[in-house]
């Protein structure tokens, strides 16, 4: 997501300018429930989504990292089903 004035997050819908943090709203991966991990630093505030340190990230922040496989989030495949998952890396020559 890009940085802008005035952004409401859809997930919290709090202004990401004034928002200390997103919602620490569990997330399903694989069938499976994770707490989301927060946005540890070194910044004070999360250079994607503008989270104080501590803080869970807003939707689709860059910065965010898997729960599940500690990658970030965006480019790992847990939100995948196994199968989809498989489709990819095969694709990839993995
Ligand atoms: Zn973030
Ligand atoms: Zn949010
Ligand atoms: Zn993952």
Redo the contacts with the bound molecule.
């Keep these: 997501m890009g940085r802008v004035p005035g952004y409401i997050?859809p997930?919290?819908e709090?202004d990401?300018e004034q928002?200390a943090g997103?919602?620490d709203e569990p997330i399903e991966l694989r069938g499976q429930t994770y707490r989301p991990l927060p946005f540890q630093g070194p910044e004070e505030r999360c250079p994607g989504c503008n989270v104080l340190r501590g803080n869970v990230h807003?939707?689709d922040c860059e910065r965010e990292l898997c729960p599940r496989c500690k990658e970030p989030l965006n480019g790992c495949l847990c939100r995948m089903s196994e199968a989809e998952a498989a489709e990819v890396e095969r694709l990839r020559g993995g």
């Design positions: 997050c997930v919290c709090r990401v928002a997103c919602l807003h939707l």
